[in-house]
T-cell receptor, first 110, second 112 residues
Framework: GQSLEQPSEVTAVEGAIVQINCTYQ??????LSWYQQHDGGAPTFLSY????GLEETGRFSSFLSRSDSYGYLLLQELQMKDSASYFC???????????FGGGTRVLVKP | DSGVTQTPKHLITATGQRVTLRCSPR?????VYWYQQSLDQGLQFLIQ???????AKGNILERFSAQQFPDLHSELNLSSLELGDSALYFC???????????FGQGTRLTVV
């Protein structure tokens, strides 16, 4: 079957670093994406990894290990506005069909 | 603003009814995806269209159907509605070979 596992919730204080892990098992794999979704809002794209290694975009970084079927999203210098749900998603084919994990709710406290 | 437009934003209807959700993709995007998000749940892929043709199908119920029109807008039809169909329905669009999907603001469907 197809599954993506990620923690359901993480709490941290402002300025801290949070790592959200994602393990996946899917029929196809082109890459791993991360999306952010604030309550009541639409998911917005954060990053995409097709090859092994670390991709850095400002305070957020994403890592992929294809051999381990594992990736993570690293949120640094946490800010209150980072409180949101974060979803990993596997791109299963060239057509960009995405299979999403259940999401990790990140709560940033002062 | 992602450039993807969904209407209506909110919809309240009774069990057994039929509704149509509409999505206008970003200009130039050929692919449209529909997702369902129930309360505090992840996004479940329903169906994908590419340039008017069905490309991929997920866990879409037989009571649900979709289509993409020549102008690339898409409609998701939900019939014989049940209480459990209450959810946020998102449409996303993407270029043919892009790696980023752009989501609309969603339609919140409440079945009473």
């Amino acid at each position: 079957g197809q599954s993506l596992e990620q923690p359901s919730e993480v709490t941290a204080v402002e300025g801290a670093i949070v790592q959200i892990n994602c393990t996946y098992q899917t029929s196809g794999f082109y890459g791993l994406s991360w999306y952010q979704q604030h309550d009541g809002g639409a998911p917005t794209f954060l990053s995409y990894n097709a090859l092994d290694g670390l991709e850095e975009t400002g305070r957020f970084s994403s890592f992929l290990s294809r051999s381990d079927s594992y990736g993570y999203l690293l949120l640094q210098e946490l800010q209150m506005k980072d409180s949101a749900s974060y979803f990993c998603a596997v791109r299963e084919d060239a057509g960009n069909k995405l299979t999403f994990g259940g999401g990790t709710r990140v709560l940033v406290k002062p | 603003d992602s450039g993807v437009t969904q209407t209506p934003k909110h919809l309240i209807t009774a069990t057994g009814q039929r509704v149509t959700l509409r999505c206008s993709p970003r200009s130039g995007d050929l692919s449209v995806y529909w997702y369902q998000q129930s309360l505090d749940q992840g996004l479940q892929f329903l169906i994908q269209y590419y340039n008017g043709e069905e490309r991929a199908k997920g866990n879409i119920l037989e009571r649900f159907s979709a289509q993409q029109f020549p102008d690339l807008h898409s409609e998701l039809n939900l019939s014989s509605l049940e209480l459990g169909d209450s959810a946020l329905y998102f449409c996303a669009s993407a270029p043919g070979a892009g790696t980023e999907a752009f989501f609309g603001q969603g339609t919140r469907l409440t079945v009473v």
